[in-house]
């Protein structure tokens, strides 16, 4: 650390910029010399600088709000430069208000009556099945529990579209295909939950383990009582992340029938030829459901830190 003179005369010592700070100084100025759009958030890095050998807090704070002052003239750069391609004509046949107007609300009904059906079904199955595969796992002699820790690896290390496409020409053909294609995905992410589980089990102390055996808790007073609070506390951030990839991987289930967001996407796109608009508003459909989906997953994490 080296030394700063203050504005009152005293002397103090001073602190690195921290990599947002010079993350923040860079992308105004690039911005700035690009379009004059980032003078605004250049000035308060500039600020935040001055400020960062007399009070780095406050430092931090101005370069949280620099931030958002970038992400605010960088929306409004964007919305000028779609203003001033709109006035083109190589806009009209890149993009169509109308057919945006019309694809919209048909991919919002598919999206609330398939993907997030199969998201919100599939998340429950994976949930369950793999408390239930990771306490088995663990409560069994190792003679069964390594058998099953391959069957687990099996389902888990082979693509889902197999997956799919394996089970569907297993089942009788009258089954449908949604909740077939809704208990596989289910079914997959619940042997990657299942390991999550596991760690989350082999982080709790083995002390509390010999507490429980100390006073005669039973195995499963100690399972429900002792382990598993402590080890679903642990647990439950990854498993809102598995639960945004199955959301993700939804779009697979194209392949043995099942009618999502994205096959809706691409028929549209056949009957009118406009697939720029469908797939454009599919992919920001996934886009606000998945950072919704985060930020909640966000919270929870920062609600259930000790």
Known sequence: MSTATTTDGTTRESVPLTRSHITLLVCSALLTLAAGLGLPALVVALLAWRKNAEDHPAAKRLTRIGWYVFSAFAVIGVLIAL????????FAQFWSWDAAAEVFPILLETFAKTTLLITVVGTAIAATLGLVLAVTTESLPRILSVPLRWLMDLIRMTPLIVQLIFVYYLVPVEWPLLWVGTAVIGVHYAMYMAESYIAGIASVDP????????????TRRTWGAVVLPQALRATLPSL????ISMFKDTPYLFAIGVVELVTRAQQYGANTFRYNEAFTLAGLIFLVASLITAVAVRKLEKSLVY
């Open 207 to 218: 002390g509390q383990w010999e507490a429980a055996k100390a006073l005669s808790f039973s």
């Open 240 to 243: 809102g992340n598995w639960a």
């Open 83 to 90: 203003q001033l391609w709109s006035m083109t004509p190589s």
